[in-house]
């Protein structure tokens, strides 16, 4: 029995380690309530593997009593922007679809994910984002790109 508690305790920490620490540059309310109000947030996200590109998500986040301890389960609507904001450099070869960012949307069940897929034949990076649950996903999704300048190649795996 112990040991299962440590194993679920080492998995929870682990998934929090590889979780993408977004920047949260603001957000509006949408439905008040006394305990917290439910809200809009705009997070940025630096892509770890392409310096001078960031993602801003836009996601709705739920307020009140459960949203303030972090167990509430935040709705799957999600929407993705992401621009070049500097020179162009990759830290290494890309993989042609990669998983770059993901966030838990609610205590262990929903998790949001921003993937990266290179589209070689037009020299631009494309980011999609979705929510997934352990029993059953969304279909609901944003995609953006990002054009690599001429004269830059994108390294790939």
Sequence with gaps: MKSSLKLAALLACAGTLATAHAEQIGSVNTNFRLTGSDRVVVE???????????????????????????????PTEASIACRQVGAISFTGPLKQQDDVFNERMSFLFKTLHVVRVVDAKRNALVYLTY???????????????????AGTAIPLR
Excluded: F, H, M, W
């Design 44 to 74: 940025a996200y630096d892509d770890p593997q392409v310096k001078g590109v960031t993602c801003y998500v836009s996601r709705a986040r739920t307020g009140g009593v459960k949203g303030t301890l972090g167990i509430a389960e935040d």
């Design 131 to 149: 929510s997934d649950r352990v029993v059953s996903g969304s279909a609901k999704n944003s995609v953006t790109a990002v054009p690599v300048p």
